[in-house]
Antibody, heavy 121, light 110 residues
Framework: QVQLQESGPGLVKPSETLSLTCTVS????????WSWIRQPPGKGLEWIGY???????NYNPSLKSRVTISVDTSKNQFSLKLSSVTAADTAVYYC???????????????WGQGTLVTVSS | QSVLTQPPSVSEAPRQRVTISCSGS????????VNWYQQLPGKAPKLLIY???LLPSGVSDRFSGSKSGTSASLAISGLQSEDEADYYC???????????FGGGTKLTVL
């Protein structure tokens, strides 16, 4: 079965760029959408954006100016970059397979275990 | 302030039934399917209900979902202590052109 694993630095300085990678195992990254979702400590979930395996993207309007999601099909990975981070970007970051299809929105399943990224000097 | 509105908390005794509401608008719940996620303490969210009322393989049939107009509900029957978790509703929002979540509901089994 498909499993997802996030990786990247757990500490990022303010104004710098947060970079995370999600590695997909047990299945191909092709033919699916892949999303990033975050959760600040003690708070709810926020969708960051998704990428289709072909490279097309869609971002949360509130983060669009700072977000870049990319995909590397040869490595079965997709990545997140969030620029100009502040303490408000401190959160657990999850990657998930997004079952959105050409016929319409889908659902998130499965999810990675999540990785905590703290923004602090 | 979340786009979808959920009660912050609900509680009920073991073996009883509880419902969690999720209120939205015509641009999200009113025009798109609702999904529900369960987040156990310290864990990643897990898909519980998709397309308003469908159960993924392996999810107990004690869980059920429904939708009417711009509101949706998650029902859990025969409450067990292991159901204590945070529950989130989610839907696509046509106006925002993205996914939106409810603020989450913490379920306590008394």
């Amino acid at each position: 079965q498909v499993q997802l694993q996030e990786s990247g630095p757990g500490l990022v300085k303010p104004s710098e760029t947060l970079s995370l990678t999600c590695t997909v195992s047990g299945g191909s990254i092709s033919s699916y959408y892949w999303s990033w979702i975050r959760q600040p400590p003690g708070k709810g979930l926020e969708w960051i954006g998704y990428i289709y395996y072909s490279g097309s993207t869609n971002y949360n309007p509130s983060l669009k100016s700072r977000v870049t999601i990319s995909v590397d099909t040869s490595k079965n990975q997709f990545s997140l970059k969030l620029s100009s981070v502040t303490a408000a970007d401190t959160a657990v970051y999850y990657c998930a397979r997004d079952h959105t299809a050409t016929v319409g929105p889908g659902w998130f399943d499965p999810w990675g275990q999540g990785t905590l990224v703290t923004v602090s000097s | 302030q979340s786009v979808l509105t959920q009660p912050p908390s609900v509680s009920e005794a073991p073996r009883q039934r509880v419902t969690i509401s999720c209120s939205g608008s015509s641009s999200n719940i009113g025009n798109n399917a609702v999904n529900w996620y369960q987040q156990l303490p310290g864990k990643a969210p897990k898909l519980l209900i998709y397309y308003d009322d469908l159960l993924p393989s392996g999810v107990s049939d004690r869980f059920s979902g429904s939708k009417s107009g711009t509101s949706a509900s998650l029902a859990i029957s025969g409450l067990q202590s292991e159901d204590e978790a945070d529950y989130y509703c989610a839907a696509w929002d046509d106006r925002l052109n993205g996914w939106v979540f409810g603020g989450g509901t913490k379920l306590t089994v008394l």
